[in-house]
Nanobody
Framework: QVQLVESGGGLVQAGGSLRLSCAASAIIDGFKTANWYRQAPGKQRELVATITDGGTTNYADSVKGRFTISRDAAKNTVYLQMTPLKPDDTTVYSC??????????????WGQGTQVTVSS
């Protein structure tokens, strides 16, 4: 089993920056894909950004040019750099990744979520 441990959320003023991290808690053979989602109360979950093991990235239109997803393969960690932040970015952000095992096989896991609050 593995857990995806998220960190980096918090309170920031509009225009500010935060960097979210999502790290695997066990030894794995990397992520096939990793995604950041967000879901505000009463709204549908939104796929914010995706990165593949080949380094291909994709972003929601709402964050293009402001957010950057990246990965550190050696640390099995995915990051989401967010700047400049807007009040509309306020919500819980969750990491999701398809984990690859050294013994073979893949499985999708979710992090516990981290709150991002942007004040105006």
């Amino acid at each position: 089993q593995v857990q995806l441990v998220e960190s980096g959320g918090g309170l920031v003023q509009a225009g500010g920056s935060l960097r979210l991290s999502c790290a695997a808690s066990a030894i794995i053979d990397g992520f096939k894909t990793a995604n950041w989602y967000r879901q505000a109360p009463g709204k549908q979950r939104e796929l914010v950004a995706t990165i593949t093991d080949g380094g291909t990235t994709n972003y929601a239109d709402s964050v293009k040019g402001r957010f950057t997803i990246s990965r550190d393969a050696a640390k099995n960690t995915v990051y989401l750099q967010m700047t400049p932040l807007k009040p509309d970015d306020t919500t819980v952000y969750s990491c999701n990744a398809e984990v690859k095992w050294y013994v073979g096989g893949r499985r999708s896991y979710w992090g516990q979520g981290t709150q991002v609050t942007v004040s105006s």
